[in-house]
């Protein structure tokens, strides 16, 4: 059973900078690709940011480039995101999502979520 939990959610101003985190379990992590949510009230989920099994190769929304990084530790079965330049219209609850497989640019290719964290950016 997969599991992911997110971490490192929380109150941040705007400008300010926050790092989530997500523990995986239940499946071989370096097997698959991996990737980030968010959804705001009222509004869909979008996927952020994504990065191959490996690490080498990532995808982010036009909306995240340059002030979001995803990482992995493939170790320590660990998700990251390092978000900066935080802004009000960031707030939403963050999810930590799996691949079913190998693809990570597209939001039908996740299978599996996390609970979310909730991120509140003040202005």
């Known amino acids: 059973q997969v599991q992911l939990v997110e971490s490192g959610g929380g109150l941040v101003q705007a400008g300010g900078s926050l790092r989530l985190s997500c523990a995986a379990s239940?499946?071989?992590?370096?097997?698959?690709?991996m990737g980030w949510f968010r959804q705001a009230p009222g509004k869909e989920r979008e996927l952020l940011a994504g990065m191959s099994w490996g690490g080498g190769g990532t995808y982010y929304a036009e909306s995240v480039k340059g002030r979001f990084t995803i990482s992995r530790d493939n170790a320590k079965n660990r998700l990251y995101l390092q978000m900066s330049s935080l802004k009000p219209e960031n707030t939403a609850v963050y999810y930590c999502?799996?691949?079913?497989?190998?693809?990570?640019?597209?939001?039908?290719?996740?299978?599996?979520w996390g609970q979310g964290t909730q991120v509140t950016v003040s202005s």
């Open positions: 239940g499946r071989t992590f370096n097997n698959y690709a």
């Open positions: 999502a799996q691949s079913g497989g190998y693809g990570y640019k597209l939001r039908s290719e996740y299978a599996y």
